[in-house]
């Protein structure tokens, strides 16, 4: 079974920073496209960073410049580095792994920025 499992998420003041993890197993590491995707509540689903084509990465304007996402090909987990944290950072954040028409998801990990 392909699994995704993301971790580190927390309770971060404004300004801080954190680090998530998603392990992966089951698939093929390399050959996938990955990303980062977040939910807040009543909000659709918004990617916030993507890594495809093994090597090529793009972020929206909303983070640019705070999030970096990477990878551990060895270890077969994803990785989103964040800083300078807002409120509006707040959500699930997801990752996830798409091939083709194939599209596998984690479970989530909430992020809170709050004072």
């Known amino acids: 079974q392909v699994q995704l499992v993301e971790s580190g998420g927390g309770l971060v003041q404004p300004g801080g920073s954190l680090k998530l993890s998603c392990a992966t197993s089951?698939?093929?590491?390399?050959?996938?496209?990955l990303g980062w995707y977040r939910q807040a509540p009543e909000n659709a689903r918004e990617l916030v960073a993507s890594l495809t084509g093994g090597r090529h990465t793009n972020y929206p304007d909303s983070v640019k410049g705070r999030f970096t996402i990477s990878r551990d090909n060895d270890k077969r987990i994803l990785y989103l580095e964040m800083r300078d944290l807002e409120p509006d950072d707040t959500a699930v954040y997801y990752c996830?792994?798409?091939?083709?028409?194939?599209?596998?998801w984690g479970q989530g990990t909430q992020v809170t920025v709050s004072s």
């Open positions: 089951g698939l093929i590491f390399g050959v996938y496209d």
């Open positions: 996830n792994a798409r091939l083709r028409d194939v599209s596998y």
